[in-house]
């Protein structure tokens, strides 16, 4: 027999022995290293097993070294990765050890719903939202997973808004199906109006039957992150028709928000009370905005003004709140419309029993039944480091971002996106947590992205704007300290334009 840990502190105490791989010394393994590790997987399956040991040593040392930097390294700024903090990490060592099923609300018996109700509420303290204005809010695998839960209850609220305004019974989706659904209220068509959304949200429209085609861009011709507010009054307006409105905050590629202030949420507000829609706002790493209180962030602070105007909101764990990967969450004011869609039913062997508090259980009011206890490395990070931790953070992150962002702006070979012509002050005041550029020669530009990935000190994401390539940096690490990290940047970019003129 293999010696297996076999009780449960045995396990536990193998778990917080365990000596990890160090990040690479450089953000990236080098592709030699990837390759000799993809070929140590097993391929096929023995049939009496290594045991324990052996498995735990091949997993660190023949497949651990081919693992990117991704969250062990301050310098990787791929996407929004975020990082896990070390209190996230342990927290969620021990989601693993204790093996707690977040599904059914059973307050007798486990207090594993509660912690899911705490972190989200603190969450939400976090956020300058009022937890009981959001009685619905659960975590998620991340913010995809949050826009689906945000247009499912859009969708059942817009159609069943429909038909109330034509005084029809209850006209639910969950119960009805769309199709039903909508011919009863009345109605031919859902529409998702919004601008420059992210991937996911159309991704989500796909996935609910609404379909790809159902999200309109109602972007300004010449600031297409920002709402063209007749032309969304006149799709609201259109007969027959119920509407989701998705506004992005911040969006992926640039880091805008789609709204500048409170009076502009105000005014999308009013016009979804007069039409019957719903607001979501996919604020996946934009929502984080609302920590800010510095004069130097006011900017920030007014785009994400008003956003508790919302019906829902998305947010992600992984990134902003540096907790280990599958974490996002989600917000909604509609606890009733959650029951609607989630509701289990007919399954009395998943009920709650005798609760004599306002908890549901998340099976009920979310896509899973089973799930991990998400909340721990959340409620972790909340309690270690609360407020003003966070906000210190971010305000490092930005910090870092906005020296990349005046690095470009100063160098004779790099230009920062979107192009303007406001003042450098005035743009450096806008830049939050991304950073979109392009080198100015179009041979460089092409390979800009590949040859700053090339010397693998740091890690950038290719994308692209205007037809052109570009290339982004998202500084999401809870390890971001400009002091150090920016003269790394400032060294990588300008040894990429200095081998690129050698050429
Ligand atoms: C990252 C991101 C998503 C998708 O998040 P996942 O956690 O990868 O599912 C959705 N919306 C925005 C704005 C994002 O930045």
């Not at 324990?52 to 040392?61: A, K, S």
């Not at 009370?273 to 920030?300: K, M």
């Not at 693998?456 to 150090?484: E, H, L």
Request: net charge negative; glycine share 8%; proline share 5%.
């Amino acid at each position: 027999m293999h010696s297996d840990p076999d009780t449960f502190s045995q396990l536990a105490s193998a778990i917080s022995g365990l000596h990890l791989q160090p990040p690479p010394e450089n953000v990236l393994p080098s592709e030699n290293i990837v390759t000799q590790a993809r070929g140590k997987l097993q391929t096929t399956l023995s049939s009496s097993g290594v045991g324990f040991e052996e498995t735990i040593r091949h997993i660190r040392e023949d497949l651990a070294p081919g693992f990117n930097g991704s969250s062990r390294s301050p310098n990787y700024y791929g996407f929004v990765t975020g990082g896990s903090t070390p209190a996230a990490a342990l927290a969620d060592n021990l989601v693993t050890i204790y093996d707690q099923n977040a599904a059914v609300h059973l307050p007798q018996e486990s207090i594993a719903t509660n912690v899911e109700d705490s972190a989200t509420s603190l969450l939400a303290q976090l956020l300058k939202l009022e937890p009981s204005q959001w009685p619905h809010r659960l975590f998620t695998t991340g913010a995809t997973a949050s826009n689906v839960l945000g247009l499912a209850c859009g969708r059942e609220y817009a159609i069943s808004e429909a038909s109330a305004h034509r005084s029809d019974p209850v006209c639910s989706v969950g119960e009805l199906g769309i199709v039903e659904a909508m011919r009863s209220a009345g109605i031919d068509k859902l529409q998702i109006l919004t601008t420059v959304p992210h991937s996911s949200l159309v991704k989500a429209a796909g996935i609910l039957g609404l379909g790809r085609a159902s999200v309109v861009d109602v972007g300004l011709p010449t600031v297409s992150h920002k709402f063209d507010l007749a032309r969304l009054k006149n799709l609201l307006e259109q007969p027959r028709t119920a509407s989701i409105i998705a506004v992005s905050a911040s969006e992926v590629n640039t880091g805008l928000f789609a709204t500048s202030g409170l009076e502009e949420m105000q005014e999308i507000r009013k016009l979804a009370d007069t039409y019957g829609a719903w607001i979501h706002v996919d604020g996946a790493f934009g929502i984080f905005g609302r920590i800010l209180t510095s004069p130097a962030h006011s900017d920030i602070i007014s785009f994400c003004a008003g956003l508790d105007l919302a019906d829902s909101i998305t947010g992600d764990g992984h990134k902003l709140l540096n907790v280990p990967y599958d974490c996002g969450f989600f917000f909604s004011r509609h606890r009733d419309i959650a029951k609607c869609v989630f509701q289990n039913p007919n399954a009395p062997y998943l009920s709650t029993g005798a609760a004599t508090d306002l908890l549901v259980s998340p099976s009920n009011v979310g896509l899973e039944n089973s799930r991990r206890l998400r909340a721990l490395p959340v409620y972790a990070n909340l309690t270690a480091y609360g407020a003003d931790g966070y906000r210190a953070m971010l305000e490092r992150q930005i910090e870092l971002s906005r020296g990349i962002a005046e690095y470009l702006i100063d160098s004779p070979d790099f230009e920062l996106l979107p192009e303007s012509d406001r003042s450098k002050e005035e743009v450096l005041n806008g830049v939050y947590i991304i950073v979109l550029f392009r080198a100015k020669d179009e041979g460089l530009n092409k390979e800009v992205t590949s040859r700053i990935k090339a010397g693998r000190k740091i890690y950038v994401s290719g994308t692209a704007w205007d037809g052109k390539p570009a290339c982004r940096f998202a500084v999401s690490n809870w390890m971001t300290d400009a002091q150090r990290d920016l003269p790394i940047i400032k060294q990588v970019l300008s040894e990429v334009v200095e081998a690129w003129k050698k050429t």
